[in-house]
């Protein structure tokens, strides 16, 4: 599974993006998705995650309520939609395919694409 993220960029404090991930294949849709971030010197963060229908999604606490991940497999796409984004927000964010955890806790994916970078300003 390749994948493929767009989207990032540099953004004021309170503003938005939309980051997208286009899959490589059909068995995108048996796949759990998600969204990871890294900041340098730290490790990689889990951000979201969303079911193989798009029925259910999982966010850290950091993010709920601002962003919102979705999928529409026809399309081979996940996507990140980042609101009243803060300036502890910037990072690389990775696309990332077959998640490995349990519950609601994600920890790491089989499959992870080239990162895109999200600066956020204050």
């Known amino acids: 599974v390749q994948l493929q993220a767009s989207g990032g960029g540099l953004v004021q404090a309170g503003g938005s993006l939309r980051l997208s991930c286009a899959g490589s294949e059909r068995t995108f849709s048996g796949y759990v998705m998600g969204w990871f971030r890294q900041t340098p010197g730290k490790e990689r963060q889990f951000v979201a995650a969303?079911?193989?229908?798009?029925?259910?999604?999982y966010y850290a606490d950091s993010v709920k309520g601002r962003f919102t991940i979705s999928r529409d497999n026809a399309k081979i796409t996940v996507y990140l939609q980042m609101n009243s984004l803060k300036p502890e927000d910037t990072a690389v964010y990775y696309c990332a395919a077959d998640l490995i955890g349990y519950g609601s806790t994600w920890y790491n994916a089989n499959y992870w694409g080239r990162g895109t970078q999200v600066t956020v300003s204050s």
């Open positions: 969303i079911s193989r229908s798009g029925g259910s999604t």
